[in-house]
């Protein structure tokens, strides 16, 4: 079978096929998606390098202030600005992670159009200012939703606290979480039904797709199941080595937080960044693994309904 027609998406596919047509297609253009995003993963790189390093300098002092029993107000006062230098970098590692997935959609989008992911035409990449917008506004969208969803599963979870014993209300507080993330799954369709469909509005299309993303959770639970579970193993396979180095910086500030002689020689700072960066680097290309196999199980459930309203039709006439 033709390689562009084993690979279109509007093809009826199992969970299964379209994880590993959604793994073929993006290491068959891996090269052409690295042209094209190299510098957004650099941003990347330098903001998992800051999030990472500042997250290594305040750690050791949150923890011994916690085995001290510190009074907060003095253990806030004492960090000083590490914790508006913490936020900046989640935020900015937010930016790029955004910026990241817009390039895995911009592909998507264009082979969704016209079967192929072609090379840039510059040295220093391209970028979709759409799909980056897009891929911005349905990712806060998603933020707002799961904080909502949350709000109220804490509020639950705390009014039942009051009415049930204290083995009682952690079970219904694990399985309001449960629900949350279960409610969440039928969203993985419709996402990729707003990122995909030209001039679609972000809550109109996820209201009226989300009975469709019910009739199909089992295939949407189980894509998102495997790329969890591959992406989270490939992430700690390139990370092991920023791992133990972090770690061994985190043991050397608190031990000299406690008076001991630092026991890390002086180049360690610059060799941990650049790990870290590295690491970060890696792990952008890793992300975008996770949302091809959606690509192709968006392009299986938009055939399958497509397949039942015209069986349908007939009888409405």
């Not at 279109?8 to 047509?21: E, K, M, V, W």
């Not at 989008?109 to 510059?122: F, M, Q, R, Y």
């Not at 949350?150 to 009014?159: K, N, S, V, Y």
């Amino acid at each position: 079978m033709n390689q562009n027609n084993d690979l279109q998406a509007f093809r009826l596919r199992s969970a299964g096929a379209a994880i590993a047509d959604g793994y073929r297609l993006y290491m068959g253009n891996f090269r052409r998606l690295f042209r094209a995003s190299w510098p957004m993963a650099i941003g990347y790189a330098v903001a998992t390098c800051l999030f990472l390093s500042i997250g290594i300098s305040l750690a050791p002092t949150v923890t011994i202030m916690q085995l001290m029993n510190v009074d907060p107000t003095v253990a806030i006062r004492s960090l000083g600005l590490l914790p508006i230098y913490q936020a900046l970098a989640t935020l900015l590692l937010f930016l790029a992670t955004v910026g990241m997935s817009s390039y895995a959609f911009a592909a998507m989008d264009e082979h969704l159009s016209s079967g192929a992911i072609t090379v840039p035409a510059k040295w220093y990449g391209r970028i979709s200012w759409r799909m980056l917008w897009r891929t911005l506004v349905a990712s806060v969208c998603f933020l707002l939703v799961f904080v909502v969803l949350q709000a109220i599963t804490i509020a639950l979870g705390w009014a039942g606290s009051h009415y049930l014993s204290p083995t009682a209300g952690i079970i219904l507080f694990a399985l309001l979480q449960l629900l949350v993330l279960a409610a969440f799954v039928p969203f993985g369709y419709g996402g990729m039904k707003y990122m995909l469909t030209p001039k679609a509005s972000f809550f109109p299309t996820l209201s009226a797709t989300y009975t469709i993303g019910l009739r199909h959770w089992g295939a949407l639970f189980v894509v998102m199941l495997i790329t969890a579970i591959i992406t989270t193993m490939l992430g700690y396979a390139t990370e092991l080595p920023a791992v133990i180095l972090g770690m061994a910086n985190m043991s050397s500030q608190m031990g000299t937080l406690q008076g001991d002689p630092a026991g890390m020689p002086g180049y360690m700072g610059w060799m941990t960044i650049v790990v870290l960066s590295l690491a970060g680097f890696i792990q952008a290309y890793i992300q975008l693994t996770a949302l091809f196999p959606f690509y192709y199980l968006f392009g299986s459930i938009e055939t399958e309904e497509g397949e039942k309203s015209a069986l349908q039709l007939p009888k409405e006439q």
